[in-house]
């Protein structure tokens, strides 16, 4: 996969769909931090939220990693876990579609 | 500092004065969380949350050190920073008091 070449065009498409994942998942992020806060029972479960604001940022940088050698690998994590669509995808090479699929359905076994 | 002795009556009162003091902290922490969330501007401020929540969870876990030989400086450090007063450490002796009261100029200056 790291011989892959992207053109420009195919640069933009992924770019925007990293970005659409990104905002979509961070406005989840702050919905559900919205949430514990606003369910918390006890001012120490500041410390609950905390940890896993401290996991879900580690696995967010971890995800949106834009280098163009794992980009096929976080576009099939993206699409498995619903942050974008194979429609965010349209005018990527059919190579790269199909190599993004068998990674979205490996993580999603 | 190393060698004072506590009576079982001072360990009650330095517990009860730790537990007051962490209590009214993680109160304002969680008030101060709450605000944070509540006046967000964007979804990618939980990062700065997390930021401040992290600081600040450093900060608690290196002050509230119930260790008899460093509860002087700790005592002095919650005094200094407002979470307890001179009352709450009523009953420890004159010496303790002294230190306590030293501690918390140094940390004041």
Known sequence: MENLAWSKKEKQITRQAFNKAYEK???????RTKEMVSTSKSPEDIWELHD????????VDNKYDYRYSVLIF????????GW????????LGQEKINKIEQVA????E
Chains 1, 2 share one sequence.
């Open 25 to 31: 998942e961070t406005k989840y992020l702050y919905n």
């Open 52 to 59: 896993f604001l401290t996991e879900k940022r580690k696995e």
């Open 74 to 81: 976080a576009l099939g994590r993206l699409i498995s876990e």
């Open 84 to 91: 974008i669509t194979k429609d965010d995808l349209k005018g």
């Open 105 to 108: 359905k490996f993580y999603r």
